[in-house]
């Protein structure tokens, strides 16, 4: 993200107009690797390939904010691996960390790990390091501190439908888990922050959170992700959940959150509703079936329909409900930007 996207943004989480609606997308591995013409392997083993990947997309759309910027990531495994999950790698498809903990009693032997030492994390930030005086050369800086949150952690290191079912039956060992993984996740968040001086923001993607009632969204989401939002004093707090997101909107601006990025399934007027008008929106045409799926006509008319509904654009950033799909073609993206810019 350049200076100029940069201030953009600080722009919108201020609640100001920031003339024309911005545009923005997250871009990470399920579209970039492809879109740039290789494999997902290839991507995630060469720090040049994963450069000339992001340096692709920010030339051929440099209108664009994308967040985080030069995200140095190994797809859903960077966090558990630090915990012993054991990365399933393919050729060119996404890859998947495998369970840790066999059962929940597992939780009281789970140590902290050092995220400068443990698993993917010092290989990630090592890449940014490396990548630094190329990014800063091209005009950018590396703007976020990035991390999935607490529950999306947990429940890679359970199962998911493990984790859920805990979080019921066992909740004292649940606490105990998420206190573990979120005190990683401050160790992580601040690391990140420490070695790399132009960080302001912090990313957390937690889409378990969607999955919670609201009692238990207070209990086992709310503080864990406080914490994790408070490791570094940044002036973008940047949440991503693209599950359901009703439960967890109302909460956010205690939380620390000033940008939230939500299931295409709400609209920008009800998820404004929600949040009080206390955090700024990033959104919101459908992802997979509009975005990816569409012809650039069906795309140009939900970026309509979402302008329609949103209203009044201040504190927005045009987007799509999570982030960029898999194989969504560059005429779609032109065709956003052609109707945003109208």
């Not at 800086?141 to 066992?170: C, Q």
Request: charged share 20%; net charge negative.
């Amino acid at each position: 993200m350049n200076q100029g996207q940069w201030e953009t943004l600080l722009a919108v989480v201020a609640g100001e107009r920031a003339g024309p609606v911005p545009v923005a997308f997250i871009i990470d591995s399920p579209w970039l690797p492809n879109w740039a013409g290789m494999t997902l392997l290839d991507y995630f083993a060469s720090e040049h390939r994963w450069m000339a990947a992001n340096r692709q997309a920010i030339d051929r759309f440099p209108q664009v904010l994308f967040l985080p910027g030069f995200w140095s990531e190994f797809g859903m495994c960077t966090e558990p691996s630090a915990f012993g999950a054991r990365p399933v790698w393919h050729e060119d498809a996404f890859p998947f960390a495998e369970p840790v903990l066999a059962d929940t009693e597992a939780i009281a032997d789970l140590a902290k790990p050092d995220p400068a030492r443990h698993g993917l994390p010092p290989l990630a930030l090592k890449r940014l390091v490396h990548a630094r005086p190329a990014i800063e050369e091209a005009g950018h800086a590396v703007r976020f501190a990035v991390a999935r949150g607490p529950l999306n952690v947990a429940a890679f290191l359970m199962g998911n439908t493990e984790f859920l079912m805990a979080l019921k039956i066992e909740p004292d060992r649940v606490h105990t888990l998420l206190a573990t993984v979120t005190d990683f996740l401050v160790d992580w968040l601040r690391l990140q922050a420490e070695t790399l001086p132009t960080i302001d923001g912090i990313f957390l993607l937690d889409d378990i959170v969607g999955f919670l009632g609201e009692d238990d969204f207070l209990a086992f989401a709310k503080p864990y992700l406080a914490k994790a939002f408070a490791a570094v004093d940044a002036r973008v707090r940047f949440f991503h959940n693209d599950a359901a997101g009703r439960v967890c909107a109302p909460h956010l601006a205690d939380v620390g959150v000033n940008l939230f990025n939500f299931s295409s399934d709400h609209g920008l007027a009800e998820m404004r509703a929600w949040t009080g008008d206390e955090v700024a929106l990033m959104g919101n045409i459908p992802p997979r079936d509009v975005l990816a799926a569409g012809s650039p006509d069906d795309v140009r008319q939900a970026v309509r329909d979402a302008l329609d509904d949103a209203g009044d654009t201040t504190g927005l950033l045009l987007s799509c409900g999570g982030g960029m799909p898999p194989g969504t073609p560059t005429e779609n993206i032109e065709a956003f930007l052609d109707a945003a810019r109208a």
